[in-house]
């Protein structure tokens, strides 16, 4: 005479056989993903602080509006082994004030400086590879 298993104690003798087996866990430090670095343009003032310690003589504020003695500085984040062009218009006459190329090097956000506008809106336009990437607006009342 044959002994026959019943179903549902077959079912709890594979489940606890399989679900016990052991799976090592993954490899330390996880592998990393290639995840491209959010891209932001923005504005900051460069306000002098004063003092004679030369490395911490100006403080970079983000503002989108510069009254007299600051200096609008445009930042590129995100941008890093990437040359950028920054093409800086006057709102109010729709003239171009400044074009200029910058490279961004590895792991840091470089910012070009206009210490010379006059009062106005204008606008930051950013272009990588000759397409429009990011683009922002800023008030200058002196």
Request: with cysteine; charged share 15%.
């Amino acid at each position: 005479m044959r002994k026959f298993i019943s179903v549902p104690l077959f079912c709890f003798w594979s489940v606890s056989l399989w679900g016990c087996t052991y799976y090592p866990p993954p490899p330390y430090p996880p592998p990393q993903t290639i995840t491209t670095p959010s891209r932001e343009v923005f504005t900051i003032t460069q306000r002098n602080m004063g003092g004679t310690d030369l490395r911490n003589h100006y403080l970079n504020v983000r503002t989108n509006q510069f009254r007299a003695g600051e200096t609008p500085c445009v930042l590129v984040k995100g941008y890093s082994g990437e040359t950028v062009t920054v093409d800086l218009y006057n709102l109010d006459t729709g003239k171009l004030r400044a074009q200029n190329t910058v490279s961004a090097p590895q792991s840091q956000i470089p910012y070009l400086c206009y210490p010379s506008l006059g009062n106005g809106s204008f606008k930051a336009d950013v272009f990588l590879h000759g397409v429009l990437s990011g683009t922002t607006t800023f008030g200058v009342s002196r």
